[in-house]
């Protein structure tokens, strides 16, 4: 089997978990998840198979989109609200206004700094592992551009600010929340995530574990599994011919006169290639004075 399936993450559950679960109900031992969810986080968890798990850095370089609640007057050394409190405050009022100034803070291209308690690593180490063993002082963070493309608040409570973000990869939703707070001057954290999106994936076609193993058992599961080009459709395609394939999966560099169709302009790197209607892989495109060609990237062929 060489497929890919969203499945939806419950909360108190890490995404190897998932892998594992996965793994076991489909008895196929080639299991990796797309981009890891916090155990206190659920949502959209897209996990490839096979073969499938030579696009999971593809997906995870994807787009994501949130749910969070943000609770103000908190500060956590996490950023959310698992973590230890380190400052806390009641008394404080905002409109409606000043808060929405805030969000507009963190909208667009941004400098972001990361929570020291992140999977990130520092001279090969996790700073979260260096922050648990007391080495919080060899940790130096640093800021990482991100693009947060829609910030939309969709309640206000209190303290509690429920908002929907779209994010580029490497976009920390605890760091979100947490200079939010700082812009408003009394703290902030996250109280709870999930992820509603993750590329092509979200919540409508995704399943649970509980729906895996029913689908497995009464054979419905193909219906939720997804052919590999289904996460690369972004990309334009080539259309080999037929004496071109075999050159193609050994690695050979397959000129245009080889093509029977392209799809793609001056701006794409990486194509789909096929034969016929069937996916063979990806392709880099050559560009070398005025000739086009493509050599094998990823191959698919079963």
């Keep these: 089997m060489n497929k890919i399936i969203s499945i939806i993450k419950p909360t108190g559950m890490t995404s190897h978990d998932v892998v594992s679960i996965v793994r076991k109900t489909l008895n196929i031992k080639k299991v990796g998840h797309t981009g890891t969810l916090d155990p206190d986080a659920s949502g959209v968890l897209p996990i490839c198979i096979g073969k499938a798990t030579k696009v999971s850095e593809l997906i995870l370089n994807k787009d994501k989109a949130y749910i969070c609640e943000l609770t103000l007057g908190l500060i956590t050394d996490t950023y959310d609200i698992t973590g230890k409190i380190i400052e806390e405050n009641k008394d404080f009022i905002f409109n ?122 009464n054979d419905t599961l193909k219906d939720y599994l997804y052919n590999i080009d289904f996460v690369l459709s972004d990309f334009n395609k080539v259309v080999l011919n037929d004496n071109a394939v075999k050159y193609y999966s050994n690695g050979g560099i397959i000129e245009e006169n080889r093509f029977i169709e392209k799809d793609f302009t001056e701006k794409d790197d990486i194509v789909r290639v096929y034969s016929k209607d069937n996916f063979l892989g990806t392709g880099k495109i050559i560009r070398k004075d005025d000739t086009i060609s493509i050599k094998s990237d990823k191959l698919f062929i079963v």
């Design 96 to 217: 409606n206004d000043e808060i929405k100034k805030a969000f507009k803070t963190q909208l667009g291209e941004i400098d972001q700094l990361p929570p020291i308690y992140s999977a990130l690593k520092v001279n090969g180490k996790r700073m979260c592992d260096l922050a648990r063993s007391g080495n919080i002082d060899k940790i130096d963070v640093k800021p990482r551009k991100v693009n947060i493309k829609k910030l939309d608040i969709l309640s206000i409570n209190k303290n509690k600010i429920s908002f929907y973000v779209e994010c580029s990869k490497g976009t920390y939703v605890r760091s979100i929340c947490y200079d939010i707070g700082k812009v408003l001057g009394v703290g902030g954290c996250m109280s709870s995530l999930i992820r509603v999106k993750s590329g092509k994936f979200t919540l409508d076609n995704s399943i649970t574990l509980d729906d895996l193993k029913e689908f497995k058992e």
